[in-house]
């Protein structure tokens, strides 16, 4: 059962925002909201996450509804390297199952 | 640095000859886990372990095998590899609450 939905691609100009969205409807109160990202077939790698309070760190900012029922990803800057597979994913933080959907294919152009 | 290991990191083989993928972690973990990756299907749990001496079938255990005899090693093994294993596998782990999962770089294995 997916989780979550996201579209499955998006393009975006270097240097301007990147804006993901990810649906949730389903999540529970105890469920985080995870990104990671996938650059071509390389492990995937952490970017952020959150409960219910908006998140930011050095790679992103995390928005995440009142209602919880959906968020986005944002990435300020993008840059070419920033193309990848981005994945959200719900889940209690010692859930021992860390489920991927198919994620969106974000491709920066120059 | 932080790190998560895999070797091999390419392997080609064929049908029935057993075959260990090693995956080492320097980060004091307790958690570790395998996945596979196929075209369409996405990120895929093999085996998980909590802990030395502790592990379970993630979702889709068929054909493979684990151990977790040290904290940094969690091996994956292949006793009779068939070429639906063909496939890029991605060892995990991460800390008491996993939070934040590291990965590899990945092993890509082709089965003849």
């Known amino acids: 059962d997916a989780k979550t939905t996201q579209p499955p691609s998006m393009d975006c100009a270097e240097g301007r925002a990147a804006n993901l969205p990810c649906n949730h409807s389903t999540i529970s109160g105890n469920e985080y909201v995870y990104w990671y990202r996938q650059i071509h077939s390389q492990g995937p790698q952490y970017i952020i996450h959150g409960l219910k309070n908006n998140e930011t760190n050095e790679m992103a900012s995390l928005i995440i509804t009142e209602d919880r029922k959906s968020s986005t990803l944002i990435l300020p800057h993008a840059t070419l390297r920033d193309t990848a597979v981005y994945y959200c994913i719900v889940r209690v933080p010692n859930d021992y199952k860390l489920s991927f959907g198919a994620g969106t294919t974000v491709t920066v152009r120059a | 640095e932080a790190q998560v290991t895999q070797n091999p990191r390419y392997l080609i083989t064929v049908t029935g000859k057993k075959l260990t993928v090693t995956c080492s972690q320097n980060?004091?973990?307790?958690?570790m886990s395998w996945y596979r990756q196929d075209p369409g299907l996405g990120l895929r749990q093999i085996y998980y372990?909590?802990?030395?001496?502790?592990?379970d079938k993630g979702d889709v255990p068929e054909g493979y095998k684990v151990s977790r005899k040290e904290k940094r090693n969690f091996p994956l093994i292949l006793e009779s590899p068939s070429p639906n294993q063909t496939s890029l596998y991605f060892c995990?782990?991460?800390?008491?609450?996993?939070?934040?999962?590291?990965f590899g770089p990945g092993t890509r294995l082709l089965v003849l």
């Open positions: 980060m004091n973990h307790e958690y």
């Open positions: 372990s909590m802990n030395v001496e502790v592990t």
């Open positions: 995990a782990s991460s800390g008491p609450f996993q939070e934040t999962q590291y």
